[in-house]
């Protein structure tokens, strides 16, 4: 398994690279910050990064997509991380277009994955319904009728949800409030009679919200896979997410890195750079080895996503073990962010502090460091 780039995502890194600095600074979301922007992200750019295949990159060909792989979208993933693009790549592609290809039938496929590749489709998956992650704690219930299921519950941090044209719910159609048995898919337009969708504000300026439901009814056709049998593909499209969501951290991790070297070379202390200061180059140096480790964890997911040898149960472990690394050195180095730039990397006036709390959102989502360490070990058969 290769641990590094070939050359086309070299390529690509470069181009993605280009693009995010010229046309996604980190200033782009000070201003949706500052403005309050409805939307919370710039339309323009999506379709930008729409022209760029960005949204087609994982998407198998026959549905209009560009089959570059989870490799070239994580790729992509980790140059947004260095100047926090918000976007909906995130919640349109790697979770909605995920999701559809695994669960959905030839219909839904063809009828949704071509409009994701053109920019003309937002989703949002609203799955959570506590504070914490828990993927088969499901409350929401979906009830049959003669033409279709009734709806009802409610959804947290729903990445998105504001914007999203259709929400991809999942709901209990049957078994414990706990089981992974009885869980299904549904997709529900975001203008359906009985939704409720209210914008939270978060702290790292992106997208969020809850969504309630009461009494929505959806047709048969809105079910995706098979009546109380969604939690397999759910658990796979989550784990192609965390991997995802590894490689964005890993670009914001290496960026606050980048800064906070660049500060130890400029600010000087009692005459001289801090930069010479013993303790603070053995502070840099356990950052830069923790990075190169969540470097390769990060490639070895990517490259497992594309292997057609590797099965549900080893990109599990692999996701679990990059989402609980990416985490844990996540909190590290952007701890060392504010630390290590003293007084003023505690304002608003220097960039450093986006990164810290783009840090501590991206740890919560989708399972956090122990979450993740407790899944990999139960995986691993302890």
């Known amino acids: 398994m290769a641990l590094v780039l070939n050359e086309d995502q070299q390529l690509l890194k470069d181009s993605a690279q280009a693009f995010c600095q010229e046309n996604a600074p980190i200033s782009m979301l000070r201003r949706l910050r500052d403005s309050k922007d409805a939307e919370g992200f710039d339309r323009d750019l999506w379709q930008q990064m729409v022209a ?12 209009g997509g560009f089959a570059f792989g989870y490799g070239g979208l994580g790729v992509v993933l980790e140059e947004t991380g260095h100047t926090l693009v918000s976007s909906p790549l995130i919640p349109t592609v790697l979770l909605g277009a995920t999701l559809i ?31 914490v992650h828990a993927p088969t704690r499901i409350a929401t219930t979906a009830r049959a009728t003669g ?27 049957a078994g414990a409030a706990d089981s992974r048995d ?3 898919v549904f997709l529900v337009p ?13 702290v790292d300026s992106r997208n969020s919200a809850t969504v309630v439901l009461q009494n929505v009814e959806v047709p048969a056709s809105a079910l995706l896979g098979e009546v109380g049998s969604g939690y397999a593909g759910l658990e796979k499209s989550l784990d192609i997410a ?9 670009g914001s991790m290496e960026e606050t890195f980048a800064r906070i070297l660049d500060y130890l070379k400029q600010r000087e202390q009692f005459g001289v750079l801090i930069g010479s200061f013993q303790g603070l180059q053995h ?4 950052m830069y080895s923790e990075i190169e480790l969540c470097k390769s964890v990060v490639r070895a997911a990517l490259a497992a996503l594309d292997d057609p040898a590797a099965t549900a149960s080893e990109i599990a472990r692999f996701a679990s073990l990059a989402k609980a690394k990416l985490s844990e050195v996540a909190a590290l180095v952007s701890n060392e962010g504010i630390q290590m730039h003293g007084g003023i990397g505690m304002t608003d006036e220097f960039d450093i502090g986006f990164f810290l709390k783009r ?22 058969g302890f």
């Open 147 to 173: 033409a279709g299921f009734v709806l009802d519950g409610s959804k947290l941090f729903v990445l998105d949800g504001h914007v999203a044209d259709q929400l991809i719910v999942v709901a209990r159609s």
């Open 52 to 63: 760029l295949g960005w949204s087609g990159m994982a998407i198998p060909e026959t549905y």
């Open 101 to 131: 290809n695994e669960l959905g039938n030839e219909a839904q496929k063809e009828a949704l994955l071509p409009r994701i590749v053109a920019g003309e489709l937002l989703l949002a998956l609203a799955l959570d319904e506590h504070q």
């Open 190 to 202: 975001a203008d359906t009679v009985g939704v409720t969708i209210t914008r939270t504000w978060m």
């Open 283 to 286: 502070r840099a140096a356990t």
């Open 242 to 250: 965390r991997i995802g969501l590894a490689a964005e951290m890993l």
């Open 182 to 184: 009885g869980i299904s």
């Open 359 to 380: 840090a501590r959102v991206a740890q919560q989502f989708l399972g956090d460091e122990l979450y993740h360490r407790d899944r990999y070990a139960a995986l691993s």
